[in-house]
């Protein structure tokens, strides 16, 4: 149980007992911290519907209410019960609120969604950023997660490479029709090769149509599994994959899977055939098409092209049929997708497809979408150049700045070039990470890295000063031989603020979980770091006099840092052990 569910639970009791139902016991944070911590309303609406006078019902509340947590249960205004806790009781709950899922479930979480040789945009960064941090929450309420990259791996971008390498170097020999391989296991081209040519090919097909049919026509002729392409598509494939992993390790960003659109493809004709014999797949000028359009729709929801009229399959296709994949090879109970708010109609569509086959049912599947990380000219963050982005440029546009900001602020001195230059990278990252989950998943946000990178405000920055900090009072507490952690007794106001926000981190994770919304947990760690500035400002911790007391306030400290390198890791943040 989280806090605010015992206090409920406290209260329904109370309510049970006042003789009303159960339900109305719910408790919440106090609107007005200043007048108490935490208050009910159930008793205006029980009051209505049991038609009693609220005051006289909260007041009867009141009277059933279990003494053991409350040091105080006034009734304000029309019958509002304000509630303030026993320091007592208080200080037995910090630790004790780790929230679990009663019910684990082996989820798979979509996210990231790379393409192979083209750039990321920024809607494949915050994919990648929330998409990590929603699968740490899951694992650790307990859920069994695997995450995977779904690369972008079989559309008309390959098809678009290999004809643009075929026009370049016609004589390589993946371009013989006869050959059938072995091919060379060395790729022709390198990496930096590959991401040149992308963006000519691309160009090229949007201004020419015979261009753009010799792109079509590979595509096909992949998919069909022609021999040299496909041996040439595994080198494309291959480094691009080796490259994307330093980028998105330096991020931060672990994926359990790295399988692409191209696993499902060869379940896509037993699908097909499954389809069809159900009634589902239609015949509309020469493709195939599903109809998921509904009565109630209050837009317009377009069929998927199953197959286009040449027989190739798109993006529709192979979502389906990774739900295929992932069915059978992992069982799982629910399917989560990271992707773009841009992406909606998609989901949309595909879900409602698989559920209309008997698959998989559409309320175990979710579109996890997110707005757009915006330049200051309100328009999708590009570089300076105009360009997208490049993970790798991001980074280190981070770092760099993030270097300065510690020169600014006197910290990291006297470390040496290599700790230095890595607390640096992980500042930064933490900047750009905590930016982009503090930010409501469903909100656009402007890309400001003056005020991300600040050490103060809400940041990563300060965050990880707040923990550094706390290692460092630790330290050199046990430096001082201060004695260690001992029961936790709250007395002073700046204590009590600390414990609370500490007892509430179940309420904080259980509410981002069931959400899906990171920035639950940046509130929690943020108001956390805030309430321990204040209490270390106003508290002596190492130097005070009393055993017990000190005992106390260590316990606190230690428990701070705990609850914080909990938050990290489940935005999957790293942090430097002192700055
Ligand atoms: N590669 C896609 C893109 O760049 C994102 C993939 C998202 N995942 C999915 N199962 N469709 O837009």
Known sequence: MTLLDELSALLSAAFAQAGTDAAYGRVKRADRPDLAQFQCNGALAAAKATKQNPRALAGSVVEHLDQAAFADAAIAGPGFINLTLKDDWLSAQIGARAWKRPAPERIVIDYGGPNVAKPLHVGHLRAAIIGESLKRIARAVGDDVTGDAHLGDWGLQMGQLISELELRQPDLIYFDPSAEGPFPSDPPISLKDLEEMYPAASAACKADKDRADLARRATKALQDGRSGYRALWRHFVDLSIAAMKKDYADLGVDFDLWKGESDADPLIPEIGDDLTSRGLLEHSDGAEIIRVAREDDKKEVPPIIFRNSEGAVGYHATDIATIVDRIRTMAPDRMLYVV???????????????????????????????????????????????????????????????????????????????????????????????????????????????????????????????????????????????????????????????????????????????????????????????????FYAACRVADEADNAVRASRIGLVEATGEQLDAIFDMLGIEAPDRM
């Open 340 to 534: 773009d708010a841009r992406q909606r109609l998609h989901f949309e569509q595909v879900f409602r497809a698989v559920d209309r086959a008997g698959l998989f049912e559409e309320s175990r599947l979710e579109h996890l979408w997110f707005g757009t990380m915006n330049g200051k000219d309100g328009k999708p963050f590009k570089t300076r150049e105009g360009g997208t982005l490049k993970l790798r440029d991001f980074i280190d546009m981070v770092t760099d700045k993030a270097r300065e900001r510690l020169v600014e602020n006197g910290l990291a001195e006297g470390y040496g070039d290599e700790e230095t230059a890595s607390i640096a990278r992980m500042v930064g990252v933490a900047a750009l990470k905590f930016a982009d989950l503090s930010n409501p998943r469903t909100s656009d946000y402007v890309f400001d890295i003056d005020r991300f990178t600040s050490f103060e405000g809400k940041t990563g920055p300060y965050l990880l000063y707040a923990r550094a900090r706390i290692r460092s009072v630790l330290a050199k507490a046990d430096q001082a031989g201060a004695g260690g952690a001992g029961d936790i007794v709250v007395a002073a106001p700046e204590e009590r603020d600390l414990a609370l926000a500490l007892a509430l981190f179940g309420d904080a994770v259980r509410d981002a979980y069931d959400k899906r919304l990171p920035h639950i947990l940046c509130e929690h760690a943020f108001g956390l770091a805030q309430s321990f500035s204040k």
